[in-house]
């Protein structure tokens, strides 16, 4: 009673003086609950091999006993690792974030426990145990995340976001950008702010708000936000140009005593391409494989629907700019751009046959890009290819546009699972390079997990065919000004209507 009595005055003490709050707490809790999880984990893996005895009897081993003889290794690596992911961070968290926490955590954990298996000579504890205890691991692992998520979020007030840029029509269009993405992330639309104003700025960062930084803010004036926002721990979300997408991870060296950030050169490094290439061959057969028999139908269907050709074909752009011709099945009529020219596609898009709304929605369509892939064209995910008419303009318009070029085009990629089908050529640019600058196997096989995830939205079109013939017209009248560094990616005409005429596939 006594122990229990001094310990509840020393956490109320520590949490009256903000040395320990509910966020500590529930992180606290978290890490003991990954531990037990771990733990379960393996035990649950030995009733599944030996049942209630835990042990293979007939051999004498005493499996379990070895398993014991590992926890403390196993629980000290637990808190390490789940420390390293940043796992106990449940803030702004998305479920693809849990998924990929999940299965490296697993993976990580499981070759540790392998490594301590041999080198404490523990060689009872079976390898086939510790193989299922991976797939086990990585479901309860899952699990504990997403219910400490969902608590996360019940926990929680919804944040407040106040938005600072240069004027009213910049804002409402960032505003009307940004709304859609604000629930999931529990933020609630505050108010908007002109730079210019200096004192409702700094109200603004000094209230228990999110700030939210324009792209048309001068860099000056955003590097004295930044700033103001760090003294005041106050949470600043940035839209990022190019030359700060190429300072992600990028390498400290010191002359003498002054410190620089090294940019490598865009692209990937020789055992990258190596094990992409690989990749993309073994996925690209299976995929060929496995999809014969439904293409073969798909092509008798549109054969016979309207006898024009099956596929689609058209020039496009992949790595050095190097052009190729890209394969699709057909899903518009054989006539689609004769009045309209080139324009992006929509939900009420008369162009597009009755089967090709299906096929659109299975992405079907997309499946011929695998024997590009295979021929060495394209690769499974990268940046998606261009028409070369609409690359030079953009290279133009839109700073740093030809680095995205330094991989091969791809099936799908970052800017389209992150991205909407109608997003500016500029924001789905930053997304293409921080992909580049962020290459990894395990970044390709998030996005091939979240296309898949994708293919059963039921949001297919963001806007109707009637707006983009609309914006098409209106850009034949009227020629765009060039954008700048600094300019918007939200409120400039020419990007969108660049969007439109690029990714208009037939």
Known sequence: MILYKISSWFIISLMNNKILTVPHIFKILFLIGIVVVTQLAYVTSFFAFFGTMLSDTASGMDNFGAYLSLAPIIAISTIIMADFLEMPRFFRKKNIDVVSQSLRFSFIQTLITLSAKDLTEQRAFPRSVLILSFFVLLVYVFLWEMICSMICHRLYDNGELIIIGSNKATMDAVKEKINPSLKGLDLDMSKSIRYSDKPAVRTAIRSNAEIFICPDVPEDVKSDIILSCAKYKTVVYVVPQFYEISLYRSRIINFNDLMVMLLDRMGLTFEQRIVKRIMDIIISLVAIILSAPVILICAIIIKASDGGPVF??????????????????????????????????????????????????????????????????????????????????????????????????????????????????????????????????????????????AIFSPHLYNRTFEDNKQTFVSEKKVTPAPLRSGSSAVDTSSAVTGSAVAEGEE
Request: charged letters at 30%; zero cysteines.
């Open 312 to 453: 689609y074909r058209q020039e496009r752009l992949t790595i050095h700019n190097k052009p190729y011709r890209i394969y699709k099945l057909r899903t518009m009529r054989t006539d689609a751009e004769a009045a309209t020219g080139a324009v992006i596609s929509g939900k009420d898009d008369p162009r597009v046959t009755k089967f090709g709304k299906f096929l659109r929605r299975s992405k079907l369509d997309e499946v011929p890009q695998f024997y590009n892939v295979l021929m060495g064209d394209m690769s499974i995910v990268g940046p998606r290819s261009e028409r070369p008419e609409f690359v030079a303009n953009f290279e133009k318009e839109i700073p740093g546009y030809s680095q995205r070029f330094a991989v091969k085009a791809g099936i799908t990629g970052l800017a389209q699972v992150a991205g909407n089908y109608d997003t500016t050529p500029q924001d789905k640019l930053r997304y293409d390079l921080l992909y580049i600058k962020n290459y990894s196997v395990l970044q390709d096989m998030k996005i091939i997990f979240s296309t898949v995830r």
